[in-house]
């Protein structure tokens, strides 16, 4: 018996009810099955994937209900997207980690000889740059621009890469270039030095590749999502 047999059942019970015509054994029958089987299908729809999400005004995404067995049993992509919205800076955090892990080892990999090993304290630096750094900062900032600019025309998305390659990759270019050094041991005068050697060809090098894939972000890229991205100093 199919769903749409089972309405037309209880329909016709329904209105055999309010037209005061009795309802024999039969329709009893017939209504307990309807009954039970619509209780069945509806227990088990309980089960499906709940993810519902309203707005929080800045350009970004709150959960107001999450089943987590059920984003757990719904797919890779499905789960990551539910945990962006129901952990969004510890799940970006981790991304960005995992992304600052895979570029440094692509890096070494690239720029080193076969015979050379592979520095995994560097790549443990860069990982934990980009988990207590770059993942946070990147969501506030995205969110940020967002309520200053919450239109994606032309115009604010021009507005959106001025402010990106001008306040927030420099800023965040120099605390790269800062705690990485720290890190390797160097101190206030080493710091500086580094800064006033580096930044400029950084900063040239960020205006000649990040101007394209900002416009993508910003113009296209959902603002919750808008964080997975490769970090600025890449």
């Known amino acids: 018996m199919n769903t749409t047999n089972i309405l037309r059942n209880i329909h016709h019970l329904t209105k055999h009810s309010i037209s005061n015509v ?3 054994r039969t329709h009893v029958g017939q209504l ?11 227990t088990r729809e309980i089960h499906f994937p709940v993810v519902r999400r309203f707005s929080s005004g800045n350009g970004g995404h709150k959960v107001k209900e999450t089943t ?8 890779p ?5 539910g945990m962006i919205n129901a952990r969004p800076i510890l799940t970006k955090s981790i991304t960005s980690a995992v992304i600052y892990t895979a570029a440094d080892l692509t890096s070494q990999t690239m720029t080193q000889s076969s015979s050379e090993p592979f520095n995994f304290i560097r790549t443990c630096r860069m990982a934990g740059y980009g988990a207590v750094f ?14 200053v600019f919450p239109k994606k025309d032309l115009i604010s998305t021009f507005k959106k ?17 800062s705690v990485n ?14 800064l006033k050697r580096d930044m400029v060809p950084t900063m040239i090098n960020n205006v000649i590749y990040w101007p394209l894939c900002d416009f993508i ?18």
């Open 134 to 147: 770059s993942g946070p900062t990147l969501h506030f900032w995205f969110n940020f621009v967002s309520r």
């Open 32 to 42: 307990h099955l309807c009954s039970r089987f619509l209780n069945r299908r509806t």
């Open 22 to 24: 009795p309802i024999n």
């Open 181 to 194: 050094a720290a890190l390797q041991g160097e101190r206030g005068k080493e710091i500086m030095a580094r």
């Open 217 to 234: 972000t910003f113009r296209f890229v959902p603002v919750h999502l808008q964080t997975i991205d490769f970090p600025y100093w890449f």
């Open 161 to 177: 890469m001025f402010m990106g390659q001008f306040i927030y990759g420099p800023i965040m270019t120099a605390v790269f270039f």
């Open 77 to 81: 992509i499905v789960w990551y997207l």
């Open 68 to 75: 987590r067995s059920s984003i757990a049993n719904s797919g």
